[in-house]
């Protein structure tokens, strides 16, 4: 019950926020809602199934590039190049699952990270399409807000989807295919099938995402697009939030955002070898993250409640 | 007919000094079964102390190789040490973002110390040789000539000395090696640091060819990645040969269709031999 009247809080302070309060705020949750919808997306796949994905950003560079290409060629509305980009991004993703998906552990990490500088070398050397280092201009942005709510829908879309994930049949399966997948499969588990749509669903977002950022900045180019800082970052939140869990990517975006946001202002040159500090620190001295805590000490609730109170239901109507 | 021949020539040059760098990463693989993210950065660190010592101080080019080779090997013990020890019976994405982290850290800490600029190192070897009908860049031949060196002399070591013996057989049998008596931690760090001395090594070498900058890292250790997944995750002479290979593939490459196409293909061939053939063309197979 209290989870549903915060979920409500929430939602009315992210509706009312750029009504009421200044530009550099608005900015900043863009932002904040950026990585809150990449965090949730990269839980999906490397929390919930297990695959580490270092090359991420792939799908972010691919929606932005579709989305920018779209708007300037097709002249297409912004928020429906996005969906464009996000298209792409399922487009793609579905193949590649299938093939990269074959890649366990270590493998898969280095083939998804070397995916993606494929993606950032394509995207310069392709230039006569893409402009290559110089980048693609868009017409600025004046009003922010449209991309802000648009953001907000998604996040929160989000969010619901990784609750409803954490208490489905298939986030259980999800769940057995990171911890054993032989094991699974013996069961009967669908694992190949089941981790390409774990994998689709986790590229869509980024992929939407990726056309609304080229909206917000009005620019693009490959380093941009394909940014190691933004998978980094990333990472980095839900590692520190708990990786699998459904609130851990919400509360390592909010608290790294505005670490981020504190440490970039005042020492602009250290910023990235603070992030790196950050990780190490997480995975030296809590490699489960601040949410998992949390629970074993008792101040939230375990996850998967719905499946939780099912299984204490059924014992006493055996026993 | 003489164009192929200089690219094919030019190609196993620039394979050796590749040879270096990824030769360390797979030895610490075959050991700890890490990937060293930040091996990237024992090259640009050993680049860019090479061009402090040699233009900002005088040093002789081969003395500085030494000097820097031993000043990286010494960074990579004490990174083994301080950080990768910890989470080396994990599992691997721990030691994959920490090393990835690591790496974060080095590259901003390089900004630091040398600043975001390229940096070169004018007159070292910046003539040019005639070996028949071919013109050969000098700096190319002595960087292969110490990388293929060196890269030997460490083989020797693995093959012939006691902690050489005792590195491999950590790598193969790392319980059984345990058991009989060998201090598995000590080899870790011992190999991360022969690690970072070959790639300290190959940052030097580099410096007369290429402009240095503290960003440089990442470029090379996807390619030290490629190196070891077509030659083989773990082995040594694997390395050796996929270096050689993933070299003339870049020159051959960057002739035909352009750079940075060439480097595209590199990463497509990295991912054609994860999916294909995950034991390389030498390799010890997957530990999972």
């Not at chain 1, 922010?144 to 996040?155: D, E, M, S, V």
């Not at chain 2, 005088?58 to 004490?78: C, S, T």
């Not at chain 2, 193969?172 to 991360?192: M, N």
Request: net charge positive; proline share 4%; glycine share 14%.
């Amino acid at each position: 019950m209290s989870g549903r009247i915060v979920a409500l809080v929430l939602l009315a302070v992210t509706a009312a926020l750029p009504l009421a309060s200044a530009a550099y705020v608005v900015s900043f949750t863009v932002q904040l809602l950026l990585f809150v919808i990449l965090a949730y997306s990269w839980n999906i796949i490397s929390g919930y199934t297990g695959y580490t994905s270092f090359g991420h950003t792939s799908f972010f560079g691919l929606g932005a590039y579709a989305s920018t290409l779209l708007i300037l060629h097709a002249q297409i509305a912004w928020p429906l190049a996005a969906l464009g980009g996000g298209a792409l991004a399922v487009a793609v993703a579905w193949p590649l699952g299938l093939v990269m998906l074959r890649l366990r552990g270590s493998f898969f990490a280095i083939g998804m990270f070397g995916l993606a500088r494929a993606f950032e070398a394509l995207a310069f050397g392709w230039a006569s399409v893409t402009q290559g280092g110089t980048g693609l201009y868009l017409p600025p942005a004046y009003d922010l807000r449209p991309i802000y709510y648009l953001l907000a829908a998604l996040a929160f879309g989000l969010v619901f989807l990784t609750y409803r994930l954490d208490n489905s049949r298939f986030g259980l399966q999800l769940l057995a295919i990171r911890e054993d997948e032989d094991g699974a499969e013996a069961l009967g588990v669908k694992t190949t099938r089941l981790k390409v749509r774990a994998f689709v669903l986790s590229a869509a977002a980024p992929g939407i995402c990726g056309g609304l950022y080229a909206t917000y900045l009005s620019f693009i180019d490959p380093p941009t697009a394909f940014s190691p800082a933004t998978e980094l970052t990333t990472i980095a939140m839900v590692l520190f939030g708990g990786m699998g869990t459904v609130l851990g990517p919400l509360v390592g975006a909010v608290v790294l955002s505005v670490l981020y946001e504190v440490l970039w202002a005042r020492f602009p040159q250290i910023y990235l070898g603070m992030v790196g500090l950050a990780i190490a620190g997480v995975v030296l001295l809590m490699p489960r993250g601040v949410l998992p805590l949390a629970m074993r000490r008792g101040w939230l609730p375990h996850g998967r409640g719905a499946l939780r109170r099912l299984a204490s239901r059924a014992v006493p109507a055996e026993a | 007919m003489r164009t192929a021949i200089e690219l094919l020539v030019n190609g196993v040059l620039l394979g050796g000094i590749y040879a270096l760098m990824a030769c360390g990463l797979n030895l610490i693989f075959g050991v700890m079964r890490v990937i060293n993210f930040a091996h990237g950065e024992f090259l640009s660190f050993g680049a860019l102390l090479g061009v402090s010592l040699v233009i900002g101080f005088g040093v002789p080019f081969l003395l500085a190789v030494v000097l820097v080779a031993v000043a990286i090997g010494l960074f990579g013990f004490l990174m083994q040490a301080a950080l990768v020890e910890r989470v080396v019976d994990g599992p691997p994405i721990m030691s994959l973002l920490l090393t990835y982290s690591a790496s974060t850290v080095f590259v901003n800490g390089g900004l630091l110390i040398w600043g975001g600029g390229y940096q070169g190192m004018p007159g070292v070897f910046s003539g040019s040789v005639s070996l028949g009908p071919m013109n050969l860049s000098q700096a190319r031949l002595v960087a292969f000539t110490v990388a293929v060196v060196l890269t030997g002399l460490v083989y020797a070591f693995l093959a012939k000395s006691m902690f050489g013996k005792a590195i491999r057989a950590v790598s193969e049998q790392p319980e059984i090696a345990t058991v009989s008596g060998i201090a598995a931690a000590q080899i870790r760090y011992l190999t991360f640091g022969l690690g970072g001395l070959m790639a300290g090594a190959a940052g030097v070498l580099l410096a007369p060819m290429f402009a240095s900058d503290p960003q440089m890292g990442a470029r090379f250790v996807i390619k030290a990645f490629t190196v070891i997944v077509v030659g083989g995750l773990g082995s040594y002479v694997g390395a050796f040969v996929g270096a050689l290979t993933i070299g003339v593939v870049e020159v051959v490459g960057g002739y035909l269709v352009g750079q940075t196409f060439a480097t595209a293909l590199l990463y497509f061939l990295m991912i054609a031999f994860l999916l294909l053939r995950p034991s390389g063309l030498f390799g010890v197979g997957i530990r999972r």
